[in-house]
């Protein structure tokens, strides 16, 4: 299960991977939120595929979160 805006799993919970939140942005449907595996950040160069998440304090209650920083995500597993 990917958890938004979490660095670290529910109790009992398994962490496969943290990273950050992303969208695809080729597709004219709809736009997928995903999350990118934090060792794969590179793909973030590809500007045709993915484009990651930042928060926007004026959306977002900051703190906790900071103008611009990547949104974190984590997927897990039980």
Request: some cysteine.
């Given at each position: ?44 160069r590809?500007?045709?595929?993915v ?28």
């Amino acid at each position: 299960m990917m958890i938004p805006a979490r660095k670290e799993c529910y109790a009992d919970w398994v962490r496969e991977y943290d990273g950050y939140l992303a969208v695809q942005i080729n597709r004219q449907d709809h736009k997928d939120v995903i999350c990118v595996d934090k060792t794969a950040q590179s793909i973030f160069r590809d500007v045709d595929y993915v484009r990651a998440l930042s928060a926007d304090c004026g959306t977002l209650s900051c703190p906790p979160y900071t103008d611009d920083q990547r949104l974190p995500c984590v997927v897990c597993s039980m």
